[in-house]
């Protein structure tokens, strides 16, 4: 990975999570229920993975569909990989559709007061990983020199407030475009 990307202003927020990233929230997401995927395109592997199971409403901000904009009118639970630049944004709307939600993000963010903040009165939990998850930046590949780790910060969706797993990685690289 290029230092200009490492040490970049934030535009290159637009990174994919690839399947191993995905695969260990799919188990705490009830099969009835409808999934709305704020941050992500058809070829996501949160749709394509949740889909499985669940219906999946995806949305993204190119195609006019901005998450401070744009609600489905019928949807359960988000879950979704949002960007990690200007973080408290996101959660703040998260916690206020009072539902259920797991959205990936960096585990340096429990080093700032914002999640103190916010989760205070409704709880935050964590699906945490023993790997650092390789996200895949546009027409690229996955990379192995991720500079942090990521979690899944939850509200009102695991059973309970830290969870582990393993991520498997085999068969990483490609993303469908």
């Given at each position: 990975?290029?230092?200009?990307?490492?040490?970049?202003?934030?535009?290159?927020?637009?990174?994919?999570?690839?399947?191993?990233?995905?695969?260990?929230?799919?188990?705490?997401?009830?099969?009835?229920k409808?999934?709305?995927c704020p941050?992500?395109?058809?070829h996501?592997e949160?749709?394509?993975?949740?889909?499985?199971?669940n219906?999946?409403?995806?949305?993204?901000?190119?195609?006019?569909?901005d998450?401070f904009d744009?609600?489905?009118?019928?949807?359960?639970?988000?879950?979704?990989?949002?960007?990690?630049?200007?973080?408290?944004?996101?959660?703040?709307p998260?916690?206020s559709f009072n539902?259920?939600?797991?959205?990936?993000m960096?585990?340096?963010?429990?080093?700032?007061s914002?999640?103190?903040?916010l989760?205070a009165?409704?709880?935050l939990q964590?699906?945490m990983?023993?790997?650092?998850?390789?996200f895949?930046?546009?027409?690229?590949?996955?990379?192995?020199?991720v500079?942090?780790?990521?979690?899944y910060?939850?509200?009102?969706?695991?059973?309970?407030d830290?969870?582990?797993?393993k991520?498997n990685?085999?068969?990483?690289?490609?993303?469908?475009?």
């Amino acid at each position: 990975m290029k230092k200009d990307v490492l040490y970049s202003s934030g535009n290159n927020d637009e990174c994919y999570t690839p399947f191993y990233g995905v695969s260990p929230i799919i188990e705490f997401i009830p099969s009835n229920k409808v999934v709305w995927c704020p941050f992500d395109k058809p070829h996501s592997e949160f749709v394509k993975q949740i889909s499985v199971n669940n219906k999946v409403i995806h949305s993204h901000l190119e195609d006019g569909k901005d998450f401070f904009d744009y609600e489905p009118d019928n949807w359960d639970v988000i879950v979704s990989n949002p960007p990690f630049k200007g973080k408290r944004q996101f959660f703040e709307p998260a916690l206020s559709f009072n539902k259920p939600f797991a959205l990936l993000m960096t585990n340096t963010w429990l080093n700032d007061s914002a999640p103190v903040q916010l989760f205070a009165e409704r709880g935050l939990q964590l699906l945490m990983f023993d790997k650092r998850i390789e996200f895949i930046q546009p027409y690229a590949k996955a990379t192995n020199k991720v500079t942090f780790s990521s979690s899944y910060y939850c509200c009102d969706f695991l059973p309970s407030d830290i969870v582990m797993r393993k991520l498997n990685k085999v068969g990483l690289g490609k993303l469908p475009l």
